[in-house]
C-alpha cells in the first residue's frame, strides 16, 4: 500500500494534480476570512463551519465580534463556535444569513434562543417539511455534550459515515 501512495500516484496524472492540490485548512481559513474583509469590521463576518479545518476562523470570528456556526459540525466545530445549526437542509443557514444581514448578530442569537417560536408561521411550515426539523441553539458547556451528539449523527447522516466521520 505504502508503495502505491509513494510511488505509483506520483507517477499518475492524477498524482500531479494531488501534488498541485493545496487543500486549505486551519489558519489559512482564518486568514482567508481577514483577507475577504475589504474594509469591512470583523463583527460584520458570520462564518459556518464543520470541522476542525474551521476551528481557527471560527474563533476569529467570535472573538472578533461577529457569529460563528457549526452546521451539521462535528466536535471541534462545535466547541469553537456560537451556534449550533444540525439539519439535513441550508434553508436554516438562508434564515440566518437573511437576519445577520438586517439584524446583526444580536437578531442571530435572539433567534437562535427562541428556535423555532420566533420565525413567522410560513417558515416555520416550510421548515416542517424538511425531512428533520433543523436545529438551531446557542452553544453552552450544558447543551455541548447533547448537540455534538445530534450534529454528528446529522453529519453522518447528511454526508455518508466515511465523511462524516472526518475530523
Not at 471541534?76 to 446583526?104: N, R
Amino acid at each position: 500500500l505504502e508503495d502505491f501512495f509513494q510511488e505509483e500516484i506520483p507517477s499518475l496524472e492524477c498524482g500531479k494534480i494531488i501534488k498541485e492540490t493545496n487543500p486549505i485548512g486551519g489558519m489559512e481559513k482564518a486568514k482567508a476570512v481577514v483577507d475577504s474583509l475589504k474594509g469591512r469590521e470583523i463583527s460584520q463576518v458570520m462564518y459556518v463551519g464543520d470541522s476542525i479545518t474551521d476551528v481557527e476562523a471560527l474563533r476569529l470570528v467570535s472573538e472578533g465580534g461577529g457569529i460563528s456556526i457549526s452546521f451539521n459540525g462535528n466536535s471541534y466545530a462545535l466547541k469553537a463556535a456560537q451556534i449550533a445549526c444540525i439539519s439535513p437542509h441550508t434553508l436554516p443557514l438562508e434564515i440566518l444569513g437573511e437576519v445577520f444581514s438586517v439584524e446583526g448578530k444580536e437578531g442571530v442569537l435572539k433567534l437562535a434562543k427562541n428556535w423555532p417560536q420566533s420565525l413567522k408561521e410560513k417558515l416555520r411550515k416550510k421548515l416542517s417539511t424538511i425531512s428533520s426539523y433543523p436545529r438551531v441553539e446557542i452553544l453552552t458547556h450544558e447543551n455541548l455534550e447533547r448537540l455534538t451528539k445530534e450534529s454528528e449523527r446529522m453529519r453522518k447522516e447528511v454526508r455518508g459515515e466515511a465523511v462524516g466521520s472526518l475530523g
